[in-house]
């Protein structure tokens, strides 16, 4: 008996013939002795014809060990013995009997015969089969949703798939088929089973039964597809596949592609079959539907949202792993930096909308001229990287970089106007086992830097040179936040004269940094630093707020309407709101009205466009303007019309001239002269001499700075040289805010009585 058979209830079989059942006797030898007739209703075999055959011969050959346990188990029971087993018919087929043997016992209890009651069992098995084969399908498709949670990767799960379709249907073939985003050809993903055809492009349409599976939405179902007239089943055919299923692979928009089962013979599916491969269809819709998100999740976190690059982030990875196969292949690594020149300008002349299409299109040029090998990221605002993965050395990537070059200054149409760019870029070449994507990002800024510095539109290779240096500005630019908010900076102040009477009208604060190790660092060595990294905003509102606190000192002290001097850079300008800071800061210190001057040189006039309102804004809140280091840079005279100036301070190269170089002489009269008439003080910067000052005074420049009179010095030192200068001579009439900024009026004015006093000296 087949132990995976339920027993049946020998009580309940009773040695009736009925319409599906049967008697027989068999003997020991399992030699049929007697059959009744019934058994000609269920297998076609008329008594006679089995009355002496082998009662085993007539199993179904799968069926022949189970046949030989049944009889072994009957020999040895006592009571009665079952066994579910297939009998061949008379025409060849097969009938699931259920068999009931009581065994007969002769007067030495040795069995001489078995009787046995056969019945019909082929409903029955029928059913289990149905029922086991549902468990089956269902632990596929439950087993299949493991691994779809479990599984990253939609590959392996595929293939999982269609290895579970094939031994859970028992076909010979399984595959998903994936349809194109861009036409309507399939492609075979995976497949289990043999598929000696072509595995890429397949029709869609009629062409194949996947096809029509897509064209009619709805599973396909073929029973015998050598007479299948829906669809073309030839390339099926040739596979030796004679059956089979197509069901679809949906998504929202468009489905994702088909799954199919086919077999080697004709075989009807039945609705579990269906529903089997409709289930894994439907849990593989769900995996490619959340992969595609995660998809979209790890793309978006890992591309510029404006122009679809690679990101920083990818870029840098890219660049790790490029940086890894070098050391073990030796391929030549590089990296470009470019960053173009004067977009801010475009950014704000044009508007945000504008700047973002000129970088969409930048990035498109720039796609196109980097080789495939290539990865072109953008590290945000106008920062772009080429990642070079095979360099092929120097001369090549400087190849590149003059092919970007050209793509970048091509015109660019935005709003209906042509427009022109030119990016600077920094290169650098992996040459140490030790680089990393960050070291190798750092000496190309670093190039790029200085590439920025010689001009606009050009590039420069890394020299390794330039690391040391650009260590130290980042050693300096942390050790300066760290002075900042450690109180090392120190406001030195150099008095301003009136040439005429040489009593002090004002002072310049200057700022410097007491340096635990270096000692006292002058502004020079770290104003450009403090203005890359912004920390300029912190320091240079910290000078202003020591600076008006002193002078108002000053002014309570001496009782005269000093005036304080304070150098500010570009960036605090751009600030729109720098000028109500300040003079709100100039209120609360207490300083008189109209005493407080800011200065700043010509490159912040050119650089910060916007700045014109600002500057304009500081004489409505009672600030006055100073042009510093006047005659350097491009000294344009136009600036001197167009900026609310009320001075000018001529730098020292200047005044360095004035002892022999009658050029010097004649430039230093002419600006005295235009600035006269133009209503600007003038301030002559640097006076180191007698003969300076003297010929200073003979060209009517009424005010000097310079280390003659006083070298910048701290507020206390200034003190005692304010109240010696001070004591020698009548104040300064103080001025008010109308007074200063009136047309045609100095806004450093000597006093009269040494006004008198230096033109005697002419004589
Ligand atoms: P500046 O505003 O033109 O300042 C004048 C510079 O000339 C000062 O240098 C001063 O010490 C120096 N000087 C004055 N008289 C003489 C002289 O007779 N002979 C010579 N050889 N030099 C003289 P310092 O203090 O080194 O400042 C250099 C520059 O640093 C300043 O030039 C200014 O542009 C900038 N700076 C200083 N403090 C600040 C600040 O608080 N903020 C900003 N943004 N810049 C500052
Ligand atoms: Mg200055
Ligand atoms: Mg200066």
Redesign the pocket.
């Known amino acids: 008996m087949r132990p995976d058979r339920p027993a049946a209830d020998p009580a309940c079989r009773l040695p009736v013939e009925s319409s599906t059942d049967f008697l027989a006797r068999v003997g020991p030898d399992v030699r049929f002795t007697y059959v009744s007739a019934g058994c000609e209703r269920l297998t076609g075999w008329a008594a006679e014809e089995l009355v002496g055959r082998d009662m085993h011969e007539l199993a179904h050959p799968d069926d022949l060990a189970d046949a030989h346990a049944a009889h072994a188990a009957a020999l040895c029971a006592t009571g009665p013995s079952t066994a579910v087993l297939r009998m061949r018919c008379k025409d060849g087929g097969f009938v699931w009997l259920e068999s009931i043997a009581h065994s007969l016992r002769d007067e030495h209890e040795a069995i001489s015969e078995f009787q046995v009651v056969f019945r019909d069992a082929s409903a029955r098995v029928r059913a289990e089969q149905q029922l086991a084969q549902h468990a089956r399908q269902h632990g596929a498709v439950a087993r299949l949703g493991q691994v779809a949670l479990r599984e990253q990767d939609l590959s392996t799960l595929v293939e999982e798939v269609v290895a579970t379709v094939a031994s859970t249907l028992a076909v010979q073939l399984c595959g998903v088929l994936r349809l194109r985003e861009d036409d309507d050809l399939l492609d075979i993903l995976a497949h289990a089973g043999d598929w000696a055809g072509e595995t890429i492009g397949l029709p869609a349409g009629t062409g194949t039964q996947a096809g029509y599976a897509l064209a009619t939405g709805e599973p396909v179902i073929a029973e015998d597809l050598r007479s299948e007239r829906r669809f073309d089943a030839s390339n099926l055919l040739s596979e030796g596949m004679l059956s089979g299923m197509d069901v679809i692979i949906a998504r929202h928009e468009r489905p994702f592609g088909v799954l199919s089962a086919h077999a080697t013979q004709p075989r009807r599916f039945n609705v579990d079959d269906v529903n089997f491969l409709v289930a894994v269809a439907n849990l593989l819709s769900a995996a490619v539907e959340h992969h595609r998100k995660e998809e979209l999740t790890r793309h978006a976190s890992l591309h510029d949202p404006l122009t679809g690059l690679p990101n920083r982030t990818l870029a840098l990875d890219r660049l790790d792993r490029a940086l890894a196969r070098r050391r073990r292949e030796g391929i030549d690594v590089a990296m470009l930096l470019l960053d173009l020149d004067r977009f801010k300008l475009i950014n704000e002349s044009l508007g945000h909308a504008t700047g973002d299409e000129l970088l969409v299109v930048l990035a498109s040029r720039l796609a196109d001229a980097v080789r495939s090998s290539d990865t072109i990221a953008r590290l945000g605002g106008d920062e772009f990287v080429v990642v070079c993965e095979r360099a092929g050395g120097v001369r090549e990537v400087v190849a590149l970089a003059e092919r970007i070059a050209g793509v970048v200054s091509r015109p660019y149409v935005l709003d209906g106007d042509e427009h022109v760019l030119t990016a600077s870029v920094g290169i650098a070449v992996a040459d140490g086992s030790e680089d990393t994507a960050a070291s190798l990002l750092r000496d190309a800024d670093a190039a790029m830097y200085r590439a920025k510095h010689r001009g606009p539109g050009r590039f420069e290779l890394f020299d390794p040179a330039v690391r040391s240096q650009v260590l130290a500005r980042l050693r300096t630019e942390t050790e300066l936040r760290y002075a900042i908010d450690h109180a090392q900076l120190l ?2 102040y ?1 008095p301003i004269l009136d040439v005429a009477s040489g009593r002090p009208v004002a002072t ?5 940094w007491q340096h635990p190790h270096h000692g006292l660092i ?3 060595e770290f ?1 450009s630093i403090a ?1 890359e990294t912004g920390l ?1 905003l912190e ?2 509102r910290y ?1 202003l707020e020591q600076a008006c606190e002193q002078c108002a000192a000053w002014q309570r002290r001496f009782g005269v309407p000093l005036q304080m001097f ?4 570009g960036c ?1 300008i751009a600030n729109p709101r720098f000028a109500v800071e300040v003079a709100e800061l100039a209120r609360r210190s207490g300083l008189l009205p109209g005493t407080l001057a800011i ?1 700043v ?1 010509e490159s912040v006039l050119i650089d910060e466009r916007g700045s014109m309102t600002v500057l304009e804004t500081l004489h409505t809140h009672g600030l006055r303007l100073l042009l ?2 006047f005659g350097t840079g491009y000294s344009s005279l136009s600036y001197l019309r167009r900026f609310p100036l009320d001075g000018v ?1 001529v ?2 190269s200047f005044i360095d001239g004035l002892d022999g170089s009658p050029k010097d002489v004649a430039i230093m009269k002419a600006i005295v002269e235009m600035c006269r008439v133009l209503g600007l003080a003038v301030v002559a ?4 001499s007698e003969t300076q000052l003297e010929q200073l005074g003979q060209l009517g420049c009424e005010n000097v ?4 009179m006083c ?2 010095m701290l507020g206390a030192v200034v003190s005692e040289f304010l109240e010696q200068r001070l004591a020698e001579g009548p104040a300064p009439p103080a001025r008010t805010r109308s007074s200063a900024a009136a047309p045609g009026r100095p806004a450093l004015r000597a006093d009269a009585r040494l006004r008198a006093s230096r033109d005697a000296s002419r004589t």
């Open positions: 406001v030195h150099q310049e604060a200057l700022v410097r002058p502004p020079l104003i203005e300029i320091l240079g000078v304070v150098n500010v850079s605090q200065e040189t510093d280091d301070k730098d020292r910067e640097g006076v180191e700075q310079g280390y003659l070298r910048p």
